[in-house]
């Protein structure tokens, strides 16, 4: 083979190699920043570890994300990763709204929510009163 023959097959071979990066790049997104808030697909939410203590609140990773955005019927999973008890409850620490409530969820539990109405959904953890989150649904 000729050195010009093998320089345009390598030229071809880079080609496609970043064709294909751009295509698998592009189509593996599934959560994007909205002023601030984050419009999670899935609909998961983490409580990660350490936010027993207090201190996560100042860097808002209580929960995380602590917003988010969901289509109206969709549902949102919280997980505890920490080591300790949590809970998701609906409202404000002074004033629960009834709306839903987890219960105390061991490490490694989850619980799952689905939100028939649009609104703003704040909630927090009853065992640690700094956990605070807010699920923003949207008309689907």
Same mark, same amino acid.
């Given at each position: 083979?000729?050195?010009?023959?093998?320089? #345009?097959?390598? #030229?071809? !071979?880079?080609?496609?190699?970043?064709?294909?990066?751009?295509?698998?790049?592009?189509?593996? /997104?599934?959560?994007?920043? &909205?002023?601030?808030? $984050?419009?999670?697909?899935?609909?998961? !939410? #983490?409580?990660?570890?350490?936010?027993?203590?207090?201190?996560?609140? $100042?860097?808002?990773?209580? =929960?995380?994300?602590? $917003? #988010?955005?969901?289509?109206?019927?969709?549902?949102? /999973?919280?997980?505890?990763?920490?080591?300790?008890?949590?809970? !998701? /409850?609906?409202?404000? =620490?002074?004033?629960?709204?009834?709306?839903?409530?987890?219960? =105390?969820?061991?490490?490694?539990?989850?619980?799952?929510?689905?939100?028939?109405?649009?609104?703003? =959904?704040?909630?927090?953890?009853?065992?640690?009163?700094?956990?605070?989150?807010?699920?923003? &649904?949207?008309?689907?």
């Amino acid at each position: 083979m000729g050195k010009k023959r093998i320089v #345009i097959i390598l #030229i071809i !071979v880079i080609i496609i190699g970043i064709s294909l990066g751009i295509v698998i790049l592009s189509q593996n /997104t599934t959560v994007q920043d &909205v002023d601030d808030q $984050k419009t999670v697909l899935k609909g998961d !939410v #983490i409580m990660p570890t350490k936010v027993s203590r207090p201190g996560c609140e $100042k860097t808002d990773s209580c =929960y995380t994300p602590s $917003k #988010i955005v969901i289509k109206q019927g969709n549902s949102v /999973t919280w997980v505890n990763e920490d080591v300790a008890f949590h809970s !998701v /409850t609906s409202g404000y =620490y002074d004033e629960p709204s009834e709306i839903f409530d987890s219960g =105390y969820l061991d490490p490694e539990e989850s619980f799952t929510f689905i939100f028939e109405n649009i609104g703003i =959904y704040d909630y927090f953890c009853t065992l640690h009163p700094w956990m605070k989150g807010q699920v923003i &649904v949207e008309l689907s």
